[in-house]
């Protein structure tokens, strides 16, 4: 306690700590109640007191609940399920930093009681995962917002990792922004570079020195492709990777056994056919041929490209190229040999 407060608080003092201390499982009773207000707060009141502040606050629409052991909070927003959820998501976001992290996991804390603070412990510390260390995440999203706001051109630096495992300036950018969107548990920025001619999708932790400039955007819907808005089901679908070429229909064979794994990743929209064999099927999708080739190479034990006939060369000569490289002898390239 650090003073003595005046009585006339003591109504929110008791929703704070029946907010701290109580929910089902753990009620308060009246007399736990005053021990609480007088030794935190330095405020007496007789527990009649205490009963007619509880009606208040449930008139207010509080949701106390009741019960013969005393009293506690029913409903705090978020069950303390979804706050596990929510901290689980911060905790596996790569682009969100370690020191932001622990901020957000304390505040989401905050949302519920003691006793879901002291389950938390046993998460994994945020140190141990893999993070991004650029700080200027949550200001370039401030920045964006304001951009989008009032439609004007964003100019930044765009980095890339090198091989000291540190962001590097790969490029500037002036674009015109529309969305940020999460996908594949990465934030991306989606705008229109006049200089690429075309919608770009940029990755947020990798954007630095960002500033709002007085130029106007360019329209979204006098984009090519976008005169109806932004398609959210198109973008996840036809590109995986975030590539931005002009999506093709492909069609290939695949095992029965990947079956999950493709509507993970191009969605349950997807047209899937017999073969005549019960362990493979042909499925049809609409999807970036660069993204396509890489998601391939990785099921290429799994999955046979059918057309169209240049998507086919393209993963033939990846395919070769790839075969030389294991033809060589081991080391070629340091100079050692087994």
Known sequence: MQGYEPKKLALIRIWQILKEHSDYNHPMTQGDIARHLKNDYGIEIERKAISRNISLLNAAGAEIESKKDGSYIDYRGFEDSELHMLIDGVLSSKYITAKHSKDLIERLCGLSNKYFKSSVKHVYSVNEWSKTDNQALFLNIELID???ENCRQLHYD???YGTDKKLHKSSQQYVSPYQMILHNQRYYLMAYSEYW????????????????????????RSIKGYENGINYKEISSTMPYMYTDKADRIDFIADISIIDHIIDWFGIDVKISNTGDEK????????????????????INHVEIVSPEYMRTRMKEALENGLRMYSTETGSVTGKKD
């Not at 001619?197 to 979204?220: C, E, Q, S």
């Not at 660069?290 to 190479?297: I, K, L, P, R, S």
């Open 197 to 220: 001619g075309n919608m770009v999708f940029h990755r947020l932790d990798h954007i630095t020195n960002m500033t709002v400039t007085d130029k106007i955007a360019i329209p979204l």
């Open 146 to 148: 304001n951009a989008i």
């Open 280 to 299: 493979k099927i042909m499925v049809s999708i609409k999807a970036s041929p660069n993204a396509m080739e890489y998601w391939a190479m990785q099921y």
């Open 158 to 160: 765009y980095n890339k």
